[in-house]
């Protein structure tokens, strides 16, 4: 049986090295494109929604974002429809990232799949983890809400500014504070 690779290994969620020869390159890919659009001019929305689609594993129809916008490779998001990215968004894709249909991203909001073992000794050794998040369908998430990895968000979900994300929440729910809880069920 073939080993994995390091891509392979970090979307599996297992310990990974991103400093891997092909992570580092798809990383650089994303930088570069990341470069292009943050510094893109405002009426450059056609080569901005280029550069998005290029970057994006995919992307759905009628999409929305603005710089500046950051991420590690890009090619690790998927997002339905009618996406709406506000300014200083962060989206730490080392595992998949799913986005549905009519999602809304305030301003400064951060979804991370990385994180890093708290074993010290094995934290130390630059081997890192990531687990994927699942965004549904009309899901508003507030400004500077951060979505921890690992974490599925519901449909039909409102998350209140500043909230952050530790465990699932289901669908036709309204969740606020640190952690998020629910506050009402639609």
């Given at each position: 049986m073939k080993e994995k690779t390091e891509r392979e290994k970090m979307l599996a969620n297992e310990l990974y090295l991103a400093t891997d020869e092909e992570l580092t390159t798809l990383h650089m890919k994303a930088r570069q494109l990341l470069y292009a659009f943050n510094f893109s001019q405002p009426h450059e929305v056609d080569k901005q929604s280029d550069i998005i689609r290029s970057l994006f594993g995919n992307i759905g129809l009628n999409f929305t974002v603005r710089p500046p916008f950051y991420c590690d490779y890009?090619?690790?998001?998927?997002?339905?429809?009618?996406?709406?990215?506000?300014?200083?968004?962060?989206?730490?894709?080392?595992?998949?990232?799913?986005?549905?249909?009519?999602?809304?991203?305030?301003?400064?909001?951060?979804i991370y799949t990385a994180y890093h073992p708290t074993d010290p000794e094995l934290r130390l050794s630059g081997q890192e983890l990531a687990a994927p998040v699942i965004i549904g369908d009309n899901v508003w998430i507030g400004g500077g809400v951060i979505i921890c990895p690992g974490i599925s968000v519901g449909s039909n979900v409102t998350i209140g500014a500043g909230s952050i994300v530790t465990k699932d929440i289901p669908n036709n729910v309204v969740v606020a504070g640190n952690p998020a809880r629910i506050i009402k069920k639609i």
């Open positions: 890009g090619c690790h998001i998927f997002a339905g429809d009618n996406l709406y990215i506000n300014y200083d968004c962060t989206i730490l894709d080392c595992n998949e990232v799913h986005l549905g249909n009519n999602v809304l991203l305030a301003p400064k909001v951060q």
